[in-house]
T-cell receptor
């Protein structure tokens, strides 16, 4: 079945450090890929998405590129801030079916 | 976009009782989704609720434990029945955007069963 694998956390970085959170997927079809963020005490919000190979999703300084050849959708940010501390979820959806989420990666940014 | 209101935002319940969670969307949607997020875990889909038909449950979830209503295109309820401490979780309502792309989530209901 469809699945998403994320790097385990927590990831602890100093402010202004470079961030990478790895995400790989397995899908029976041709999925759309998403990154969701959950700030402390809040619900999930869409951070960015990509719907076809080589698409780059970007938002708030975060980027992720849909790599079909490596079945990956790694999240990156060049300079993290304390306010980026949250849980990040990679997810996929095939043909508009249900979203399948990864386990989530906790990011902690220290000032 | 869609704005989703969930009620209650949190509750502490006695084991053996039931809790009904409400989800209101500000626009008409075909499908609504209910997820469970256990402490420190990812989201697990409980069921998909279509208006006018019975909900479709994922493996490991049954209607007797999690009955769902979907009376119209903007509203749904999830009941957690005969609760035990293992049901302590965050329960989230979700809808999909145009073309079944982006998913929008309610703030969640944080349930603690004692």
């Amino acid at each position: 079945g469809d699945s998403v694998t994320q790097m385990e956390g927590p990831v602890t970085l100093s402010e202004e450090a470079f961030l990478t959170i790895n995400c790989t997927y397995t899908a029976t079809g041709y999925p759309s890929l998403f990154w969701y963020v959950q700030y402390p005490g809040e619900g999930l919000q869409l951070l960015l998405k990509a719907t076809k190979a080589d698409d780059k999703g970007s938002n708030k300084g975060f980027e992720a590129t849909y790599r079909k050849e490596t079945t990956s959708f790694h999240l990156e940010k060049g300079s993290v801030q304390v306010s980026d501390s949250a849980v990040y979820f990679c997810a996929l959806s095939v043909l508009g079916n249900k979203l399948v989420f990864g386990a989530g990666t906790i990011l902690r940014v220290k000032s | 976009s869609a704005v989703i209101s969930q009620k209650p935002s949190r509750d502490i319940c006695q084991r053996g009782t039931s809790l009904t969670i409400q989800c209101q969307v500000d626009s008409q949607v075909t499908m609504m989704f209910w997820y469970r997020q256990q402490p420190g875990q990812s989201l697990t889909l409980i069921a998909t609720a279509n208006q006018g038909s019975e909900a479709t449950y994922e493996s490991g979830f049954v209607i007797d434990k999690f009955p769902i209503s979907r009376p119209n295109l903007t509203f749904s309820t999830l009941t957690v029945s005969n609760m035990s401490p293992e049901d302590s979780s965050i329960y989230l309502c979700s809808v999909r955007g145009q073309g079944l792309g982006e998913a929008f989530f309610g703030q969640g209901t944080r349930l603690t069963v004692v």
